[in-house]
């Protein structure tokens, strides 16, 4: 199979490639990424001689690239986006012309092309916060921040292609991810890395917030499933194996680490923090799906990864790109800070 990935130096779809490729010797990849501070070739260093794999690096929302890259593409699995919550609340430009507008893009080269598949890799945000209960594939999208209304727009775009063009393509809406080559903004690898450098964890309001946590590996067998086996115009919800709030989370975490509690500092609140995600996942069981990996197990291969490879996010941390974030983000929280 000649697979188009995009946004394949990324958290996520560079643990999809590398899945994939060791998954079926048929498939070779070509993985279109423009390379933004969140993509980092160093994730797919040990590919660089494999001839089933080729980096092409470029922007999704450039047609002409695009044309280039789709050229011969059997499927597409679509995962360049802009990802991160608070950056969004910072600043939603980039969030638009990626999200949306790459993802068009996209979807007309995907039909120009012909392509057979078209599996577009969004997030459980676009139900907007759960209070009780599971959010299914039909329920309404009630995004909350510009990141999930950004998501929610482009799986609307897909939609209509399918409805009007006919496009063989799918959705799935994940929810937390974790595991190795994770960028340090998120929540998890922020928490151990600063906690290796025994520097605080910016705990955003009382904690309760209820995330639903899966292993990025299970995530790629998932999407597996979905390009093979799912049925074409239709929604998976890919759930993980934990759901805990912040604090609980947090605590684990300390505990696997070894580190007091005065590592954890509370600040004031993400603005229109979504309290709570759950989802249902009975559509993807229904393919067959079942979790390889336990959550208590994967926490700790997490944080041993974060140990064992400093040389990966020590860089990144170090970056003026980072740092120039995060000052922004959390000098003032930081200040006005609550105690715990
Ligand atoms: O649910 C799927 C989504 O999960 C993905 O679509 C997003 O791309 C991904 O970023 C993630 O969104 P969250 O906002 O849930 O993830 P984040 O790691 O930013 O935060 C997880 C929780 O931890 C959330 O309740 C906010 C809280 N948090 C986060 C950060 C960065 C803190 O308390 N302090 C922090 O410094």
């Given amino acids: 199979m000649r697979l188009l990935v995009t946004g394949g ?3 996520i779809g560079s643990n999809f490639i ?3 490729l060791a998954a079926d010797r048929r498939v070779r990849i070509v993985n279109l990424d423009l390379r933004t501070y969140a993509g980092n070739p160093a994730s797919l260093v040990d590919l660089s001689r494999n001839p089933r794999y080729r980096w ?3 922007d999704i929302a450039d047609p002409k690239v695009v044309d280039r890259c789709m050229k011969g593409a059997e499927a597409v699995v679509h995962f360049a986006a802009e990802t ?4 969004s609340i910072l600043d939603a430009a980039v969030f638009l012309r990626t999200n949306v507008i790459g993802t068009q893009v996209l979807l007309d080269a995907a039909l120009r092309h012909k392509v057979g598949r078209f599996v577009h890799v969004s997030t459980d945000e676009v139900y ?3 209070a009780r209960g599971f959010s299914r594939e039909g329920d309404r999208l009630e995004p909350n921040s510009p990141y999930a209304a950004s998501k929610a727009a482009s799986d609307l775009l897909v939609r209509s292609y399918v409805v009007t063009h006919g496009l063989p393509a799918l959705v799935t809406r994940a929810s937390n991810n974790f595991g190795p080559y994770q960028y340090p903004e998120k929540a998890l690898p922020l928490m151990i890395t600063n906690w290796m450098d025994a520097a605080p964890f910016p705990l955003y309001g009382d904690g309760r917030n209820v995330r639903d946590w899966l292993f990025v590996l299970d995530h790629a067998r998932a999407l597996e499933l979905v390009l093979r086996r799912g049925r074409l115009g239709e929604v998976y919800n890919i759930g993980g194996t934990h759901s805990c709030s912040n604090r609980e989370l947090i605590e684990r975490v300390r505990v696997l680490m070894g580190v007091g509690p005065e590592l954890v500092r509370r600040v004031p609140d993400r603005p229109g ?3 709570r995600y759950a989802l249902d996942c009975a559509k993807l069981k229904s393919l067959g799906f079942r979790h390889a990996y336990g ?3 994967a ?3 997490t944080v041993d990864w974060y140990r064992g490879n400093e040389a990966w996010w020590r860089p990144l941390k170090k970056g003026g790109v980072y740092r120039r974030y995060y000052s922004r983000q959390y000098a003032a929280r930081l200040k006005g800070r609550t105690s715990k």
């Fill in 128 to 130: 907007g916060s759960v």
């Fill in 295 to 297: 959550f208590t197990e």
């Fill in 56 to 58: 092409a690096r470029g």
């Fill in 9 to 11: 130096l990324g958290f």
């Fill in 299 to 301: 926490l700790q291969a």
């Fill in 273 to 275: 923090h979504d309290r």
């Fill in 84 to 87: 991160h919550v608070d950056r």
């Fill in 18 to 20: 590398r899945h994939m």
